[in-house]
């Protein structure tokens, strides 16, 4: 596995597409570049290659990788932004995912889709939500660019915009969730279909602990992920708990600024 990521030359808070995000909440740019370097630092120390794009000045919001497109096998699917904010982010991501030799698909139409922000492995069956940024014809199309089994979410808070937000796989057959995040009937299909999952109150998923990661049994996530701590032991996890509080201001934590992809099956 490797991980993609893009280093914060350009990152700020110049529009509001989020409820997190307020124009007028200055970003601290020397700890942002800190709270990022850290999370780099982290990925390296545990072994991981870390792929770099550069942030093209004007689009603030490249920083979070994991809305680039969704990867499985050779193939991509490239996100189609809710946002024309974010869509001009488009044309890089295609770039970037031809150059890790990755055979890129997109949404036809106006569909909307961000990538694994929306999109999510558990094993081999996609879960994808929608409700907010990705519309819900996006998923079956997705599944069949990819040919994955595919489970959809529907997601009802607003703060909890993306499913990267408030769900995230810790290996094949775990994951961490905030139940309140989506509708009963979603909460209920996440419960049966996987074997272990990790409920999360709202009151620390609010802090982006579901915005989460592993890289093996190592968890990554932000500082509130700490009070989870003995699920996370008892599933076999240990935790690095980073400050992400400038990325949070833009509605993003680790997660957000993480794509992982296979090395491998890519060649790159
Ligand atoms: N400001 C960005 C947006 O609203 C944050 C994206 C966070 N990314 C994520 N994968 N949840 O689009």
């Not at 990152?11 to 999370?39: G, K, T």
């Not at 603030?60 to 869509?87: C, I, L």
């Not at 049994?217 to 708990?241: C, K, M, P, W, Y």
């Amino acid at each position: 596995m490797a991980i993609l990521m893009c280093r914060p030359d350009h990152f700020d808070i110049e529009y509001e597409i989020n409820p997190w995000m307020h124009v007028d909440v200055a970003v601290n740019h020397s700890a942002a570049r800190q709270q990022w370097d850290a999370l780099y630092n982290t990925f390296t120390h545990f072994g991981e290659t870390v792929e770099l794009i550069p942030q093209v000045a004007g689009l603030p919001d490249m920083v979070f990788t994991a809305n680039a497109g969704v990867v499985w096998g050779h193939n991509a699917v490239v996100s189609r932004f809710r946002h024309v904010e974010r869509q001009g982010e488009e044309p890089f991501w295609v770039e970037a995912f031809e150059r890790l030799g990755y055979t890129v698909h997109s949404m036809p139409g106006d569909i909307s889709f961000e990538g694994a922000g929306d999109a999510l492995f558990v094993g081999s069956t996609l879960f994808a939500g929608w409700g907010f940024r990705t519309d819900r014809a996006a998923h079956q199309i997705v599944a069949e660019q990819l040919g994955v089994e595919l489970v959809s979410l529907h997601l009802v808070d607003p703060r909890f915009y993306h499913l990267d937000t408030c769900f995230s796989p810790l290996n094949a057959t775990t994951v961490m969730f905030a139940p309140d995040a989506f509708d009963d009937e979603s909460a209920t299909v996440i419960r049966r279909t996987i074997p272990h999952v990790i409920e999360v109150p709202p009151e620390i998923a609010r802090g982006f602990a579901c915005n989460a990661i592993t890289v093996g049994r190592h968890l990554v996530s932000s500082l509130a992920s700490e009070r989870l701590n003995g699920q996370f032991a008892d599933a076999g996890f240990d935790v690095t708990a980073l400050p992400m509080s400038e990325f949070m201001k833009a509605g993003g934590g680790v997660r957000c600024l993480s794509l992982p992809f296979d090395v491998g099956t890519t060649g790159a």
